[in-house]
């Protein structure tokens, strides 16, 4: 296989990966923002958020590693994706912006402390439904021509993106509850076991939206899924997401089950990112530019690729030791100052 064929598919799972490794580690935190407006007391809310104090920025150097990644092995799909979503993307950045100044100066403020457990809770929503309306625009599709963005600057907005939008923040909301019950104990866990069998069915109702929606598209994606008799070869993947949307709702409620739910949750989203990518195979953009047509060229690709081997398990081991080094629960008397 030829340097030029096999390249580029190398920096796509590389980028998936960034991609996916963000949403179920950064994408907890994002939940116990979206969750916060729900805590019962300013002192619930401090515990809550000292589950992922520690971790918080680390997590979001996936995202940098997937953007960049982005930039240096498909720079036609990223000029032409920033193109099409610059104000979801704006959004999300600012949206993060805000969500980290306010997990700051929050520990630290006294008078303006409930505000900032407002703008905590409102930057986490923000920039979860800008990252669903990101991939819903994606996936329905962007209007390319010759490598070129040529569609208007609102092009992103409708009710298929609104839709996925809100289900990334639903997504999200149930990975920071099953957080929470992993990581807490007493009446925050109660608070938290409380909150995911809701969550569950609601996450599991909006990826049946979704995906009934799919052969309404103007996409290949549901070509993929529908045609050919695809759906029979690709149907253990619908299949395995509602069986471990059963284990998750029975186990959410279990009083010895305290990692379960949260290890059901990652594969809640696993399963939908394989979906995604099963369905997309092989266009970056759809429904016009595959991999290799926005792939640099193969020397810088190799380039690139040295520099990434190099990176990739200095970033493994950093986010594996950080969790390790912060492991077990997390009590009213220890926390973050």
Known sequence: MEMTTWLPVAWFAVIGFGVLMYVVLDGFVLGIGILA?????????????????????????WLVLGGAGLMAAFPKAYAALLSALYLPVLLLVVALVFRGVAF??????????????????????????????ILGALVQGLQVVDGRYVGGAFSWFSPFSMLTGAAVVFGYALLGSTWLILKTEGREQTFARTLTRPLVVAVIVFMGLVSAWLPFLDSRLMARWFSDGNFWWLSPVPLLTLAVGTA????????????????????????????????????????????WQAAAPASSLSFSLVGLVILLPVILGYTAWSYRVFRGKVRADVGYH
């Open 248 to 291: 998750l709702w029975r186990s959410a409620m279990h009083p010895k089950r305290d990692l379960p739910p949260f290890l059901l949750t990652l594969a809640l989203f696993i399963l939908g990112f394989i979906g995604l990518v099963l369905g997309m195979w092989p266009y970056l953009l759809p429904p016009s530019m595959t991999l």
């Open 37 to 61: 407006p729900m805590a019962e007391d300013e002192e619930q809310l401090d515990i809550m958020m000292n589950t992922a104090a520690p971790i918080w920025d680390g997590n979001e150097t």
């Open 104 to 133: 700051e100066f929050r520990f630290k403020a006294h008078r303006s402390r409930r505000l900032w457990s407002v703008a905590f809770g409102l930057g986490s929503l923000l920039a979860a439904f800008a990252q669903g309306v």
